[in-house]
Nanobody
Framework: QLQASGGGLVQAGGSLRLSCTAS????????IGWFRQGPGKVLEGVSC????????RYLDSVKGRFTASRDNAKNMAYLEMNSLKPEDTAVYYC?????????WGQGTQVTVSS
């Protein structure tokens, strides 16, 4: 199971830190992804972090502003979001994937006001 948390309402330029809590599977065997779905938009991948955290990829529009990390000892993943923009408004989800298994958590709402 996965559970994303840490969302909220923030002004443009502000910061939030999302957390993803995992249980029930071998966390360090799975890649962790962050996805988001904005109002009226399709689901898009924001970041993906490798099993040991040594390879991280980002959506171009968040590069330099968002930082993904993980703590395998705590079965936790994080998404640090800085310099937030109104277009970052979305429900954010964490995802764990290791073929053929994939888990999704409930999302957390991030709203950025202008």
């Amino acid at each position: 199971q996965l559970q994303a948390s840490g969302g909220g309402l923030v002004q443009a330029g502000g910061s939030l830190r999302l957390s993803c809590t995992a249980s029930g599977f071998t966390f360090d065997a799975f890649e962790i992804g962050w996805f988001r779905q904005g109002p009226g938009k399709v689901l898009e991948g924001v970041s993906c972090i490798s099993r040991q955290g040594d390879n991280i990829r980002y959506l171009d529009s968040v590069k330099g502003r968002f930082t993904a990390s993980r703590d395998n000892a705590k079965n936790m993943a994080y998404l640090e979001m800085n310099s937030l923009k109104p277009e970052d408004t979305a429900v954010y989800y964490c995802n764990a994937k290791r073929f053929p298994y994939e888990y999704w958590g409930q999302g957390t709402q991030v709203t950025v006001s202008s």
